[in-house]
T-cell receptor, first 109, second 117 residues
Framework: GQNIDQPTEMTATEGAIVQINCTYQ??????LFWYQQHAGEAPTFLSY??LDGLEEKGRFSSFLSRSKGYSYLLLKELQMKDSASYLCAVLDSNYQLIWGAGTKLIIKP | GAVVSQHPSRVICKSGTSVKIECRSL??????MFWYRQFPKQSLMLMATSNEGSKATYEQGVEKDKFLINHASLTLSTLTVTSAHPEDSSFYICSASTLPGVQNEQFFGPGTRLTVL
């Protein structure tokens, strides 16, 4: 079966750095997405990785290792508004998105 | 650009009634639209994929007679929850893609919170 694993919840302090991990087992791979979802709102796109390595975009970076079936989202200089759920999703060989359950990130002052 | 709207944002209805949710791509033509359902503290679950002018493709376990999808134009898809029951209460989200049937480029609507009493 297809599976996406990410921690259910994480807590971090304002101004700090946090890394949210995602491991996947899917039938084929055509890219991995990270989305941010605030409570009661739809997801918003953060990043897309299809090649190994680190992609940096402002305070957010996303890393992919295809051989390990592993990705992480790195958030720097955390702000209170970063409190949200972070969803990892993998595009399989049929170009269908397989969604993780999401990681709820709680930022404390 | 790439804005998707949904209407209504919230709806409360009585058990047994039908509810229609609209999804519109405002500034682009959406070849494909996707409908998701999300229960509290759970991930998005794809319900169906609809392509303009053709019948929707439903995911396993989703009742096509209960969740009617119409994709009448390149900018509008509707989801009708027929004879809604309390267990249908959920957050319904649509997304739109410019690529036919492909989920690697999709833009999400703001979601519709459905509460069935």
């Amino acid at each position: 079966g297809q599976n996406i694993d990410q921690p259910t919840e994480m807590t971090a302090t304002e101004g700090a750095i946090v890394q949210i991990n995602c491991t996947y087992q899917t039938s084929g791979f055509n890219g991995l997405f990270w989305y941010q979802q605030h409570a009661g709102e739809a997801p918003t796109f953060l990043s897309y990785n299809v090649l190994d390595g680190l992609e940096e975009k402002g305070r957010f970076s996303s890393f992919l290792s295809r051989s390990k079936g592993y990705s992480y989202l790195l958030l720097k200089e955390l702000q209170m508004k970063d409190s949200a759920s972070y969803l990892c999703a993998v595009l399989d060989s049929n170009y269908q998105l397989i969604w993780g359950a999401g990681t709820k990130l709680i930022i404390k002052p | 650009g790439a804005v998707v709207s949904q209407h209504p944002s919230r709806v409360i209805c009585k058990s047994g009634t039908s509810v229609k949710i609209e999804c519109r791509s405002l500034d682009f033509q959406a070849t494909t639209m996707f409908w998701y359902r999300q229960f509290p503290k759970q991930s998005l679950m794809l319900m169906a994929t609809s392509n303009e002018g053709s019948k929707a493709t439903y995911e396993q376990g989703v009742e096509k007679d209960k969740f009617l999808i119409n994709h009448a134009s390149l900018t509008l898809s509707t989801l009708t929850v027929t004879s809604a029951h309390p267990e249908d209460s959920s957050f319904y989200i649509c997304s739109a893609s410019t690529l036919p049937g492909v989920q690697n480029e999709q833009f999400f609507g703001p979601g519709t919170r459905l509460t069935v009493l």
